[in-house]
Structure formats: structure tokens, C-alpha cells
């Protein structure tokens, strides 16, 4: 499936791609500095930082993501969905990832300085 030309222009070095699900979720792999997104399916791409997973799910019309923290007391994530035909820009949910993961190493310093507070 070819991409729209308004997503095109969005992507970085990206001159024909096969999937604009896979172009996607790749994009925003780059922009959080990350490899390129694995293959785990069908329609199904993945990716992980130090502090979060992401599970990448192609859906008619759009793209899902859920950013999830696998290290904590309890596991804990976000739901991200993009629709195509509202132009997303992969520059906004790599924001919004980089978000999610700054809030849970807050947490987790919050959590640790109570933790030894406690004990002293």
C-alpha cells in the first residue's frame, strides 16, 4: 500500500515505502532514537527503550501503539491510536512516548526516595 502524499512528507528519507503502517511505526522508532521496529506478526511491529515497550498494531484506517512500563511493581500502559486520515505526524507520538517514559522514571526516583526515607 503506497503512502498518502501527506504522510510522505512527513517521513524522513523515505522514498517509496511498502506499508505506511510499518513506514510509521519505524518513523517514530528513529525519532526516539531507536533501531527500526522487529516484525512480531502479521500486522504487528515492536520496539523498546530502557524504560518502555512498544507494541505496534496495524488497524483499518490507522495505527495503535501501546507504551507499556514492563519493570515496575505493576505493569502499567498507554493506548496511543493514530488515524491515517487525520495526517499524524510520527514527531508527535515519539513527544508523546518520551512523555510517558519521563513520567515513570519521576515515579520511580519518587518511589525509591520514599523507600529510603522510610528506612532512615
Not at 1 to 4: E, G, K, S, T, V
Given at each position: 500500500?503506497?503512502?498518502?502524499s501527506w504522510l510522505q512528507s512527513h517521513l524522513h528519507g523515505v522514498e517509496s515505502p511498502r506499508w505506511t503502517f510499518e513506514s510509521f511505526a519505524d518513523e517514530v522508532a528513529r525519532l526516539l532514537g531507536l533501531s527500526p521496529t522487529m516484525h512480531t506478526g502479521e500486522f504487528k511491529r515492536s520496539s523498546e527503550t530502557d524504560h518502555v515497550w512498544l507494541l505496534w498494531?496495524?488497524?483499518?484506517?490507522?495505527a495503535s501503539v501501546l507504551v507499556e512500563r514492563p519493570y515496575g511493581e505493576l505493569r502499567e500502559g498507554v493506548l496511543i491510536k493514530v488515524?491515517?486520515?487525520?495526517?499524524?505526524?510520527?514527531?508527535?507520538?515519539?513527544?508523546?512516548?518520551?512523555?510517558?517514559e519521563r513520567r515513570g522514571r519521576v515515579?520511580?526516583?519518587?518511589s525509591l526516595l520514599a523507600?529510603?526515607?522510610?528506612?532512615g
Open positions: 500500500m503506497p503512502l498518502p498494531n496495524s488497524e483499518q484506517g490507522g488515524w491515517w486520515h487525520h495526517s499524524p505526524d510520527p514527531a508527535d507520538v515519539a513527544a508523546m512516548v518520551r512523555a510517558y515515579q520511580s526516583l519518587r523507600r529510603v526515607l522510610r528506612r
